[in-house]
């Protein structure tokens, strides 16, 4: 009974929302209502549900409503390049991984452009974390735009319920590079963690569910003094963001990125309970157009020549501003890095952009790994995939006769 009163929730809430029916839903995904979740927690939902789900989160109120992001009515080319001839096999790659998609640009060519788990091109898959990427670049934009002053301002600035908190003393800058200082757990494991709890967490009388959770987090260390992944802060980012831009996230992206960029699809952005979207996770698009973002980074985030981000953003948000703890490994402002210079935006389950400028190659990658969020297995042999694309760029190059 428990299960049929949320199905028939969940088809009414689709319903009042707009969004696309029933019978447009791919068969996998109406299959998601024979064993729906009973509850929000998608961190501890089965491999068959998130099979289902990760394509159509958009679609499934139960988890959130979502914003558009228009699309462009100029999409970017991605025209298609030579195979890339690589030393790995792609299919076992791809099953180990359990890929929805995989794509590699190079030299602003497709190379490979595959799909699985009955994903195509015109599908929208969830990022994940990936957004935290898109975050940063909205900050960047932000401080371009003049509406923030400068990323060393402090956060109560721009989200003034959090004065009083241990937030006081941290800028957006501790945000951005996961430094603040502030207690948070994000073991995806624990379903008692923070990121487990925080989005459940009854609010206090006015304030969103967000700022009352992060607001009541006690100071673990002097802000600046130790990196702590925090995706509660990268969330609270979409407020400060939308409160200085004076509209909402998805809007802006629209306006900065996804149109004047050439994004070929609308993509979609999940919203808190609050309205505001939730930008440590959660934006849907298609491969191609995850693809397009790491262009667009790779190409300096300009639009008809001009970068829409202030002059050395972009440099100090893709390289090392914080050690991790893993050798050649850092984080920048929300985009992880390699010591080479190469740099990338990850998601849980296996989503990811990886950009590396010397080499000119994005690789756009959406998955459900079967070990769960954080798949180190999985996780492994994605960067070693990442190594054999670059060693087959490096070989084909080398091959090439030089010039008299």
């Given at each position: 009974m428990k299960i049929r009163k949320i199905a028939l929730g969940l088809i009414a809430a689709l319903t009042a929302?707009?969004?696309?029916?029933?019978?447009?839903?791919?068969?996998e995904t109406r299959g998601l209502l024979a064993s729906l979740p009973t509850n929000r927690d998608l961190l501890f939902w089965s491999?068959?549900?998130?099979?289902?789900?990760?394509?159509?989160?958009?679609?499934?109120?139960?988890?959130?409503?979502?914003?558009?992001?228009?699309?462009?009515?100029?999409?970017?080319?991605?025209?298609?390049?030579?195979?890339?001839?690589?030393?790995?096999?792609?299919?076992?790659?791809?099953?180990?991984?359990?890929?929805a998609a995989l794509l590699i640009v190079h030299d602003g060519k497709l190379r490979?452009?595959?799909?699985?788990?009955?994903?195509?091109?015109?599908?929208?898959?969830?990022s994940f974390s990936v957004a935290k990427a898109f975050t940063s670049t909205l900050v960047g934009a932000a401080v371009r735009d003049g509406h923030i002053k400068s990323i060393d301002d402090k956060v109560s600035s721009y989200i003034p319920e959090m004065k009083g908190s241990a937030y006081d003393d941290v800028s957006i800058r501790q945000l951005l590079t996961m430094t603040s200082g502030v207690?948070?757990?994000?073991?995806?494991?624990?379903p008692n963690s923070d990121v487990a709890r925080f989005n459940n967490h009854k609010p206090e009388e006015g304030v969103s569910a967000l700022v009352s959770y992060m607001r009541s987090l006690p100071r673990a260390v002097a802000p600046g003094t130790r990196w702590?992944?925090?995706?509660?802060?990268?969330?609270?980012?979409s407020l400060l963001v939308s409160n200085a831009v004076k509209k909402p996230l998805a809007d802006y992206l629209a306006e900065k990125i996804w149109v004047p960029a050439g994004m070929e699809q609308q993509a979609t952005w999940l919203l808190s309970k609050a309205d505001h979207e939730i930008s440590g996770c959660c934006i849907q698009a298609t491969a191609r157009d995850y693809a397009r973002m790491g262009q667009f980074i790779l190409g300096g985030a300009r639009i008809h020549g001009r970068s829409i981000l202030p002059d050395g953003y972009l440099a100090e948000a893709t390289a090392q501003q914080t050690s991790i703890g893993q050798e050649g490994r850092g984080y920048g402002y929300q985009w992880w890095t390699y010591a080479d210079g190469a740099f990338a935006a990850r998601g849980i389950?296996?989503?990811?952009?990886?950009?590396?400028?010397?080499?000119?190659?994005?690789?756009?990658?959406?998955?459900?790994?079967?070990?769960?969020?954080?798949?180190?297995?999985?996780?492994?042999?994605?960067?070693?995939?990442?190594?054999?694309?670059r060693k087959a760029l490096d070989d084909e190059a080398a091959a090439v006769p030089a010039k008299p």
């Amino acid at each position: 009974m428990k299960i049929r009163k949320i199905a028939l929730g969940l088809i009414a809430a689709l319903t009042a929302a707009g969004a696309v029916g029933w019978f447009s839903l791919d068969k996998e995904t109406r299959g998601l209502l024979a064993s729906l979740p009973t509850n929000r927690d998608l961190l501890f939902w089965s491999r068959p549900q998130r099979d289902a789900a990760f394509r159509a989160l958009d679609r499934i109120s139960l988890l959130a409503k979502w914003r558009v992001v228009q699309a462009s009515g100029t999409p970017s080319p991605l025209p298609p390049g030579p195979p890339l001839t690589l030393s790995v096999d792609v299919d076992a790659y791809m099953a180990g991984q359990r890929s929805a998609a995989l794509l590699i640009v190079h030299d602003g060519k497709l190379r490979l452009e595959r799909y699985g788990l009955g994903f195509d091109r015109n599908g929208r898959w969830t990022s994940f974390s990936v957004a935290k990427a898109f975050t940063s670049t909205l900050v960047g934009a932000a401080v371009r735009d003049g509406h923030i002053k400068s990323i060393d301002d402090k956060v109560s600035s721009y989200i003034p319920e959090m004065k009083g908190s241990a937030y006081d003393d941290v800028s957006i800058r501790q945000l951005l590079t996961m430094t603040s200082g502030v207690k948070w757990n994000e073991n995806y494991a624990d379903p008692n963690s923070d990121v487990a709890r925080f989005n459940n967490h009854k609010p206090e009388e006015g304030v969103s569910a967000l700022v009352s959770y992060m607001r009541s987090l006690p100071r673990a260390v002097a802000p600046g003094t130790r990196w702590n992944y925090s995706t509660g802060e990268t969330n609270l980012v979409s407020l400060l963001v939308s409160n200085a831009v004076k509209k909402p996230l998805a809007d802006y992206l629209a306006e900065k990125i996804w149109v004047p960029a050439g994004m070929e699809q609308q993509a979609t952005w999940l919203l808190s309970k609050a309205d505001h979207e939730i930008s440590g996770c959660c934006i849907q698009a298609t491969a191609r157009d995850y693809a397009r973002m790491g262009q667009f980074i790779l190409g300096g985030a300009r639009i008809h020549g001009r970068s829409i981000l202030p002059d050395g953003y972009l440099a100090e948000a893709t390289a090392q501003q914080t050690s991790i703890g893993q050798e050649g490994r850092g984080y920048g402002y929300q985009w992880w890095t390699y010591a080479d210079g190469a740099f990338a935006a990850r998601g849980i389950f296996g989503q990811g952009i990886f950009v590396d400028p010397r080499r000119k190659l994005v690789i756009a990658s959406n998955a459900n790994w079967a070990g769960g969020a954080r798949d180190r297995t999985a996780s492994d042999a994605r960067e070693n995939f990442y190594q054999a694309v670059r060693k087959a760029l490096d070989d084909e190059a080398a091959a090439v006769p030089a010039k008299p």
